[in-house]
């Protein structure tokens, strides 16, 4: 049974920086694309970044260029490095995989991620 860990998360100013990891205990985490989502306070879930098994990534218009997704296909870890960070970026952040590739994994309980000043 697949099970998903968020962590990393916390309370940042304007301008700052965070990574998030994502522990999967999964069998076959090395074979499929994974991505970060996030969940704002009234909104929903939505796919901010994307990464093949191999490396390529894809990201959401308001997180583009400002956050990094990565993986470890060895430690079964995948990151997300925020950087310059603004208040909108205040949500509920998950791993899972992408949506439309192949069933979702249970989800985990995120990392919540705050910015203000």
């Known amino acids: 049974q697949a099970q998903l860990v968020e962590s990393g998360g916390g309370l940042v100013q304007p301008g700052g920086s965070l990574r998030l990891s994502c522990a999967v205990v999964?069998?076959?985490?090395?074979?499929?694309?994974m991505a970060w989502y996030r969940q704002a306070p009234g909104n929903k879930r939505e796919e901010i970044a994307r990464?093949?098994?191999?490396?390529?990534?894809t990201y959401a218009d308001p997180v583009k260029g400002r956050f990094t997704i990565s993986r470890d296909n060895v430690e079964n870890m995948v990151y997300l490095q925020l950087n310059n960070l603004i208040p909108e970026d205040t949500a509920v952040y998950y791993c899972?995989?992408?949506?439309?590739?192949?069933?979702?994994?249970?989800w985990g309980l995120g990392t919540l991620v705050t910015v203000s000043s």
């Open positions: 999964v069998s076959d985490f090395s074979g499929n694309p």
């Open positions: 990464i093949t098994s191999t490396g390529f990534t």
């Open positions: 899972n995989v992408p949506y439309g590739v192949r069933p979702l994994y249970a």
